[in-house]
């Protein structure tokens, strides 16, 4: 079983009440952030995570694929998903919306898809020059941010670069395997993992000055004089509350939480009339399945189906888009194909982070959501990029070329990518071949979700709360803006970034 240190894993008991910094959430940003102050030496290190702290392994490490999937996909089936809000704007932030809570957070489930955010998104002065700067040119007069986070998770997937050429050309689109953070057990194997800061502490032989409690829910942020100065946790299995002084205070807890915790306190301290936070935003994104009899399409497509290829086209900046195709070999032998785009949304005032200030930590969330003008816009692009992908495929493979038919509205669909994936479980479904059956995801589903405390608005360029010096926040919900890209890279890139900024 892998498990950590008992220097570095502690106990309620043996929960420290001081540190110098003290982050709260244990998932992708807050354990990359502890990573890069223990390599520099920091101490007083302090993880505080909500979740259990013994099961450490990536999803697809310890499942058969298929069940981790499911566990993904349908919420129900994984006993760490935690969604602490209620939606105002159903099927929007409702099911399928969440975060998993353990040790590890979304790092133990994500599919390592590594993508930098496009130019046409960090141009926007949203974004302050500085971080763009350290991004994307250099930082630290070295190589940018972006360039030493691909060089280390190359090294940690223990990457070669591939000489074969896996692109697939269909008409004008052009697909290549995206850069991904993943690694197997042996080149055959079905089970991978996708890059998880944990590992640092997993294969690490020499001691860390970084101690993590599992079990523990940071409820509020204390402040005096406008400085944070501790958080109030609470014992996740008993219930019982306590304070931990700190130096310095990191909200690390994931986009709805991070909101929770800057409501509150900027309600103690500066704010007492606002229990809101706007500009709420996740990807767009929409797509649709079609089944192809293998005997329809040629031989080298077939063989990359029975590999599982997963392939993209980055996008113009017209539709704001990348478009992913994924080709499956089902078990009655026809060809599985989804394809989907991934768009940015607006950073809106249609998205908002409401709380109920009602006395009692952690207060009521409740998120209300929508499409602006302009995603409604990016709406309709995607669908015209879907339809004439599908067109070109059909033409290239000499298939009948039935409709792409996107018979809802986004904002309520009436297939979900989930559902969807439900229906293809189901073995006595009726399959018609090349008929393609579209659906949408609800916003809040794609796991993207962000903007709440972006830089400019919320935090200055160095992370800290512009109303509340010593408190600072990391992960996608200071991203002023996302592009189409995944957001982890730029997550892991600037908790590497607000490493160098606690420890100078
Ligand atoms: C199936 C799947 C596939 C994905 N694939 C990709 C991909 O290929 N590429 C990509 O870029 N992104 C991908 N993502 C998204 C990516 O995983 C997330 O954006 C990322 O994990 C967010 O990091 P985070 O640290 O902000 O949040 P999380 O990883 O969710 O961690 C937050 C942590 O904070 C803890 N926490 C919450 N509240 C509190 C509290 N009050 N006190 C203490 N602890 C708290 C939680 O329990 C959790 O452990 C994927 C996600 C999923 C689920």
């Known amino acids: 079983m892998t498990t950590l240190n008992s ?53 697809y490490t310890v499942n058969d694929p298929v069940v981790a999937d499911r566990l993904w996909t349908d919420e129900r089936s994984d006993p760490y998903f935690v969604r602490s809000w209620e939606s105002s704007a159903e099927p929007h932030f409702s099911v399928g919306s969440g975060i998993r809570q353990r040790l590890g957070g979304r790092s133990l489930y994500w599919h390592g898809v590594l ?28 190589p940018s941010l972006y360039a030493r986070v691909q060089a280390d998770l190359a090294a940690w997937g223990r990457a070669t670069p591939s000489t074969a050429n896996n692109e697939i050309c269909v008409g004008r689109f052009r697909f290549i395997d995206p850069p991904r953070s993943i690694r197997r057990p042996a080149v055959e194997s079905k089970h991978w993992e996708a890059y998880s800061p944990l590992s640092h502490w997993i294969e690490r032989s020499a001691g860390s000055n970084v101690c993590m409690v599992p079990d523990v829910k940071v409820i509020g942020v204390l402040t005096t ?13 008993t219930g019982e509350e306590k304070h931990v002084t700190a130096s310095k205070t990191v909200l690390a807890a994931a986009t709805v939480e991070n909101t929770r ?7 103690a301290s500066e704010e007492p009339d ?44 017209a539709s704001r888009s990348n478009l992913f195709i994924q080709l499956e070999t089902a078990e009655s032998g026809d060809i599985e194909m989804e394809a989907w785009v991934t768009a940015e949304q607006e950073r809106s005032t249609a998205g908002v982070v409401t709380c ?23 709406v309709a692009a995607q669908r015209r990029v879907l339809a004439e992908f599908w067109s070109a495929w059909c033409t290239q493979f000499d298939l009948p070329s039935n ?68 408190l600072f926040a990391i992960g996608v919900s200071i991203f002023p803006r996302q592009g189409a890209a995944n957001p982890s890279l730029t997550t892991l890139a600037l908790a590497r970034r607000l490493a160098a900024i606690l420890t100078a």
């Open 225 to 237: 004089d406008g400085r944070a100065d501790g958080v109030v946790v609470r014992n996740r299995l």
């Open 403 to 470: 409709p792409l038919d996107f018979d809802f509205d986004f904002i309520s669909p009436k297939r979900t990518l989930r559902s969807m994936h439900e229906d293809m479980r189901d073995h006595d479904r009726a399959v018609h071949h090349c008929r393609p059956t579209t659906w949408a995801s609800p916003l809040g589903t794609e796991e993207h979700e962000g903007g709440t405390l972006a830089f400019g608005h919320v935090i200055d360029e160095n992370h800290e709360f512009k109303k509340v010096r010593d």
């Open 274 to 317: 606002s229990a809101s936070l706007s500009g709420l935003f996740d990807h767009i994104v929409q797509g649709f399945n079609a089944t192809v009899a293998a005997a329809d399409l040629p031989p080298w497509l077939v063989s990359r189906a029975r590999d599982g290829a997963f392939l993209y086209m980055n996008g113009a900046s």
């Open 261 to 267: 915790l800057a409501i509150q306190t900027l309600h």
């Open 115 to 142: 993508l930098p955010i496009e130019e046409f998104a960090l141009s926007d002065p949203a974004w302050p020059i500085s971080v763009v700067r350290d991004l994307t040119h250099s930082w630290r007069d070295g």
């Open 7 to 59: 220097d570095v894993l502690r106990t309620w008991d043996e929960l420290p009440r001081q540190a110098e910094i003290l982050i709260v959430g244990g998932g992708l940003a807050g354990l990359e952030l502890a990573k890069h102050l223990d390599l520099a030496g920091a101490d007083g290190v302090l993880v505080l995570e909500a979740g259990a702290g013994h099961d450490l392994q990536h999803v």
């Open 356 to 378: 109920t200030p009602d006395g009692d930590w952690p207060w009521h969330v409740a998120i209300s959501t929508g499409l602006s003008p302009e995603d409604t816009r990016t």
